[in-house]
C-alpha cells in the first residue's frame, strides 16, 4: 500500500483501517492506533492529541501488558519460571515482534518519519508493542490484547 498520492487524513483513515482489519480489533478511540503506528519522528498528532515521541511511550505499555498477558496464562498452569522465562523470550524478544509485525503485514501501515526509507527491526518489534498498548488503553482490559495477541499468532509453540 502507497500513500504518497494521498493526504494525511486520508493516510490515516487507511492505516488505522488496515491495522484494525489485520489485528482483528475495532478501536473506539481511533487516535490511539494512530499513535501506535507513527515511528520516532513521524507525523504525530492525531485527533486533539500530540504524542511526542511518536509511539514510544505507548510501545512501553505494551511491552508490559504483553508480559502480564503471558503472565496471567503462565500462572494458571504448572510449568516453572524457567519455562515462563522462555516463554517471555520467545513470544516478547525484539526477534519475535518484528516477526510478527512484517508476517502480519503491519508493516506496510507504519507512519515512518520523512527521513525513513525502511523500518527497522527494533521500530517493528515497538510499534506491535504500541498497538497492544493502544488495545490496552482503548479496551480498558486484558481481554481483547489477548484475543488480539492470539490473532497475531503471539502464543508460546507449547501453548
Do not use: H
Request: hydrophobic share 45%.
Amino acid at each position: 500500500m502507497s500513500f504518497r498520492n494521498v493526504s494525511l487524513t486520508e493516510k490515516m483513515e487507511r492505516a488505522i483501517a488496515g491495522i484494525q482489519d489485520i489485528i482483528g480489533y475495532t478501536f473506539s478511540d481511533p487516535a490511539l492506533v494512530w499513535e501506535a503506528i507513527c515511528a520516532a519522528g513521524s507525523f504525530t498528532s492525531g485527533g486533539n492529541r500530540t504524542f511526542a515521541d511518536g509511539n514510544k511511550r505507548l510501545a512501553v505499555l505494551g511491552d508490559t501488558v504483553l508480559q502480564l498477558a503471558l503472565a496471567e496464562d503462565w500462572y494458571g498452569g504448572r510449568d516453572t519460571r524457567e519455562v515462563f522465562t522462555r516463554i517471555r523470550q520467545e513470544v516478547g524478544s525484539n526477534v519475535s515482534l518484528n516477526l510478527v509485525g512484517r508476517t502480519s503485514n503491519i508493516s506496510a501501515l507504519v507512519n515512518l518519519s520523512p527521513g525513513q526509507r525502511a523500518i527497522a527491526p527494533n521500530t517493528m518489534a515497538a510499534t506491535v508493542e504500541a498497538i497492544l498498548g493502544a488495545v490496552y488503553l482503548d479496551s480498558q482490559g486484558m481481554t481483547a490484547v489477548k484475543a488480539v495477541m492470539r490473532t497475531l499468532g503471539m502464543t508460546p509453540s507449547s501453548a
